[in-house]
């Protein structure tokens, strides 16, 4: 929709500003573990109340040192992966050894959002920034009005309210590959059952000082062999 | 022909409030500068160790409630500033000269306002303890105390109370600075967020306390309820 500003005359000069987000990935998780960061996230992206999308990478690693994270308007995701694609070309072209690592990438990460926030056009993303550079671990997240702050773990969207909760329980310093891994799980298992736009197609990716692996796409199991689901009309027959 | 013509509604904010409390009290050598160390949205915590002081020169310390973004984004043009401001006259700024910097850059946004709720702690030219307090458009006044932020309605009544400060109406002026010493202005502030803590749902976590004095900086934590 066009917002027309006082010197439009007619059809010439319009501005345009993000005013809700159409194709859109739900929650992000991401947490710090012995060797690094781990973060998970599904595989879905919606269009409203449909399912539009299901092989969405929504988790990509940026230049040697950092993973991102993203969850909110897609469109927007690629935007910033383009930014910071550039922004690490331009890092490499210096060629003085030195590379922008995950502090710096948050920090870039946060003024963009801040910025476009200020022109009332913001960018319609919950960003995870996690990574290692020189054995020091970094996890952040960045909100699209420009919310910032760094923490040993984090979550976007409904994760917030589903999945922080078992983190500040189950989480502590040191924990394993498999029990960082085991620990995701169980916060996106939550997530499927309860969070109506997550789907049942997750990639975990790892980040540590030798480098980034994103997982192969697979599944979670779930249980729905509960007493209260068998025969569900015991209570109130019906017609079928 | 009147659907089409509705003025739009926006549907996000720029805003948001991240919560905390912020307390400056100013002694007679020294000044003591808190805040909680917790960021919310909404009824969600989004991190439990957030500081929300910063140092803005060797003498002068900031602590700001509010939106988060816009409280980072006024800290960063600050020490910006104030790196200049070193590079043009080869000296730290006075904590009075940051005050008015401060307000200035505040008013500099009047009609898009930096949701920042701040009190600005330090020593003056003198030595003693000063304390600044504004709100978000930059209006600010010297005061011997002060508390801002989601706390602040709690706080403030209790340190009308226990400092007795001196009408501003009185002539000559008296000074709003407290007697009490540092470890007495120190527990005083404990006391405070540890009160506030209770019934305050943003104000929780950790308390983060600046001491500011002739020797120099100091930082102490303490537990709150993280309720």
């Known amino acids: ?240 | 022909l009147a659907s089409t013509m509705t003025k739009q509604q926006a549907n996000w904010s720029p805003y948001d409030n991240n919560g905390g409390t912020c307390v400056a009290i100013a002694g007679a050598d020294y000044c003591v500068i808190a805040a909680d160390t917790r960021m919310s949205t909404g009824y969600s915590i989004l991190t439990r160790d957030y500081s929300k002081i910063c140092k803005l020169a060797d003498k002068c310390v900031m602590a700001s409630s509010g939106f988060q973004a816009d409280v980072k984004a006024l800290q960063k043009v600050l020490s910006a500033r104030h790196l200049i401001y070193q590079h043009q006259h080869n000296k730290q700024m006075s904590c009075p000269a940051m005050g008015q910097l401060l307000s200035n850059t505040l008013y500099y946004k009047r009609f898009f306002p930096y949701y920042s709720f701040n009190v600005l702690g330090g020593l003056d030219t003198e030595g003693k303890g000063c304390v600044y307090t504004y709100d978000a458009v930059g209006s600010y006044e010297r005061v011997g105390y002060s508390s801002q932020g989601s706390g602040a309605t709690l706080i403030t009544p209790f340190l009308d109370n226990q400092l007795k400060s001196p009408s501003p109406l009185l002539l000559p002026a008296k000074d709003a600075v407290t007697p009490l010493s540092e470890t007495e202005a120190i527990d005083l502030v404990k006391t405070c967020f540890a009160s506030a803590t209770e019934r305050d749902i943003y104000t929780g976590d950790k308390l983060e306390i600046v001491v500011l004095n002739a020797d120099g900086i100091r930082r102490e934590y303490m537990e709150l309820r993280k309720d």
């Not at chain 1, 007619?10 to 992000?28: A, F, H, K, W």
């Not at chain 1, 992966?81 to 995950?102: A, K, Q, T, V």
């Not at chain 1, 020091?136 to 922080?164: C, P, W």
Request: one cysteine or more.
């Open chain 1, 1 to 240: 929709m066009k917002l027309l500003d006082s010197t439009d005359s007619g059809n010439s000069s319009s501005i345009e500003r993000t005013q809700y987000p159409y194709v859109t990935g739900t929650s992000v998780i991401g947490i710090k573990y012995k060797d690094g960061i781990l973060m998970a996230a599904d595989m879905g992206a919606s269009y409203g109340s449909t399912l539009r999308y299901k092989s969405v990478e929504r988790v990509k690693p940026v230049g040697k040192h950092s993973l991102i994270g993203a969850s909110g308007e897609i469109s927007d995701f690629q935007e910033i992966l383009r930014s910071l694609d550039e922004l690490i070309l331009y890092d490499n072209m210096w060629d003085d050894g030195n590379s922008l690592g995950p502090k710096e990438v948050h920090n870039y990460l946060t003024r963009m959002m801040y910025n476009r926030r200020n022109k009332f056009d913001p960018l319609w993303n919950s960003l995870v920034l996690g990574g290692v550079k020189n054995g020091q671990k970094y996890l952040g997240m960045v909100s699209m009005i420009g919310v910032h702050f760094e923490d040993n773990h984090v979550a976007t969207g409904f994760g917030n309210h589903l999945a922080r909760p078992i983190l500040r329980d189950e989480w502590h310093e040191n924990l394993t590959f498999e029990d960082g891994v085991k620990l995701l799980e169980k916060c996106m298992r939550v997530l499927l059952y309860r969070d109506r736009s997550a789907v049942n197609k997750l990639q975990i990716a790892k980040i540590t000082e030798e480098g980034v692996t994103v997982s192969q796409p697979y599944a979670l199991k779930t249980f729905w062999n509960f007493n209260a689901f068998q025969n569900p009309t015991a209570g109130a027959e019906g017609s079928w």
